[in-house]
């Protein structure tokens, strides 16, 4: 800027500086009584009553449509039927399982029990003792055949008392080996107690072994029979339908835009490889079409029921209240206001854009009118919506013109007219509407209290 332009400048600022400003007018009214309705607005978001989305149990191929996108169907409705040889397979291989486990397994004997162990009676052969007889026989024959009486006496008494010897130690040799088999067979019954004992802890863990198999086998064969049973898609609850999964156009965009920062040579390539289709484009649900397992077949939304999601200020959700009333415009439906009832304050904090903190507040949507009266068509779920909730109103309550509050410091006041001249109320408030506050203390009805140039009035200052 040249200098030849300073000085004019210079003395026009001067000129304003010299020049006194106007005073400043203030502007009066009476407090009164009357209704005060305090509204909080948010913004809001349509949802249906419920929404499911019903996958693919198994990999296959949609053998049959029985819907088209925007058919309205019914609960257990069929939608799809889905042909999976490999889920049939593995429901014929889990039952082939499940008998196998059901099959009892037995140790031992008949019945189960185990046999018992025992040995042959210990005794002398027959043999032995007959070969003794005719020993002692023959020696009888010889003596008897001596002459002399004498001799043959002594010899034939001689036999007499060794066979009675041998007897005798017979006998004994016969009570040892009772003993002795009396002692092998108890030995013997306490062994097979024990091994009785162990193959019925045996049986009883395999027993234990079989049902938890036989457990897993039927969860097995349960699995499998559901699995099969959902090949048939039905619909969960009534309501619209949307046929296969979410549009693969913003993957497809942002896969361009990383495609348009590759060298010349390398975006080309990769620019025709993202143009070639790869299985299933776009979520598409034919006839014919193989489907993986959790691939979406139909979307079922119950609009039965319409619902409001808003976020509401954390300076403004305490005083949102479960059965609050709200009034909802969309500009899908221009001209139009609906009404709304809050369900449910949520408590999970939401960072917004701004920095503050928003709180999920649900709403239930109601009918809707035209300013003429005439009914307004209802929204469709994710459409976006303002919603203005009613927390506070007053009837008869003590109200000022919302320009007469003044704030100061931690003190809310207002500038009453006493004598002509202006006199500081601190004042606490109530619901407080765009146009007009309700007063709970510090100014009465019929009282004047200044409404305009409040926050430049000071204590005493004339108002006349």
Same mark, same amino acid.
């Given at each position: 800027? !040249?200098?030849?332009? +300073?000085? =004019? ?71 799809? /039927? ?37 040995? =042959? ?23 008897? !055949? ?26 004994? &040799?016969?009570?040892?080996? %009772? ?12 062994? !097979? ?68 920062? &590759? ?31 959790? %691939?979406?077949?139909?979307? *079922? ?9 808003? %976020? ?81 109103? !007053? ?10 509050? *003044? ?9 009453? *007219? ?9 004042? /606490? ?9 309700? +007063? ?14 409040? %926050? ?9």
């Amino acid at each position: 800027m !040249s200098r030849g332009g +300073i000085i =004019p400048l210079l003395a026009v600022l001067l000129a304003a500086g010299c020049s006194s400003p106007e005073p400043r007018r203030t502007q009066v009214a009476t407090v009164t009584r009357t209704t005060v309705s305090e509204v909080v607005e948010a913004p809001a978001t349509v949802g249906a009553r419920a929404t499911a989305t019903l996958t693919a149990p198994a990999p296959g191929t949609v053998a049959r449509l029985y819907v088209q996108d925007g058919d309205t169907v019914k609960k257990g409705q069929i939608l799809a /039927r889905i042909s999976s040889p490999q889920a049939r397979q593995q429901l014929s291989a889990a039952r082939k399982a499940d008998r196998q486990a059901a099959r009892p397994v037995s140790f031992g004997g008949a019945g189960g029990a185990p046999a018992s162990v025992r040995l =042959p009676r210990l005794r002398l052969p027959a043999s032995l003792d007959a070969h003794v007889s005719q020993s002692f026989a023959r020696a009888r024959k010889a003596a008897r !055949s001596i002459g002399d009486r004498t001799t043959r006496a002594r010899l034939l008494a001689a036999i007499d008392a060794a066979e009675q010897r041998q007897r005798a130690q017979r006998r004994a &040799l016969g009570e040892v080996l %009772d003993g002795l088999t009396r002692s092998i067979d108890q030995s013997l019954s306490q062994v !097979s107690g024990q091994v009785s004992a162990g193959m019925s802890g045996l049986s009883a863990s395999m027993a234990s072994l079989r049902a938890a198999s036989r457990s897993q086998t039927r969860a097995a064969v349960r699995a499998a029979e559901q699995t099969v049973d959902a090949l048939v898609v039905r619909a969960p609850f009534g309501g619209v339908v949307t046929l296969g999964g979410a549009s693969s156009a913003g993957s497809a965009a942002g896969l361009g835009a990383l495609v348009s920062q &590759l060298p010349a040579g390398l975006a080309g390539q990769a620019g025709a490889a993202a143009a070639a289709p790869a299985g299933r484009s776009g979520g598409t649900i034919a006839t014919g079409v193989p489907v993986a397992a959790g %691939d979406p077949i139909a979307t *079922v939304t119950d609009v039965s029921v319409l619902t409001l999601s808003a %976020d509401v200020d954390e300076t403004d959700v305490l005083l949102v209240r479960e059965g609050t009333r709200a009034e909802a415009e969309f500009d899908a439906v221009t001209g139009a206001t609906y009404t709304a009832t809050v369900t449910g304050v949520g408590v999970t904090p939401k960072e917004g854009a701004t920095g503050g903190v928003s709180y999920p507040v649900r709403l239930r949507l109601g009918r809707g009118s035209y300013d003429d009266g005439g009914a307004a068509p209802a929204p469709k779920p994710g459409m976006s919506a303002v919603v203005r909730l009613a927390v506070r109103r !007053s009837e008869n309550a003590t109200a000022v013109p919302a320009s007469a509050i *003044v704030t100061s410091g931690r003190e809310t006041i207002v500038w009453a *007219v006493r004598g002509g001249r202006a006199e500081r109320r601190v004042v /606490r408030l109530g619901a407080q509407g765009d146009a007009v506050v309700e +007063i709970l203390s510090g100014v009465s009805p019929g009282e004047q209290v200044v409404v305009r140039g409040a %926050d430049a009035v000071r204590p005493g200052q004339s108002l006349s």
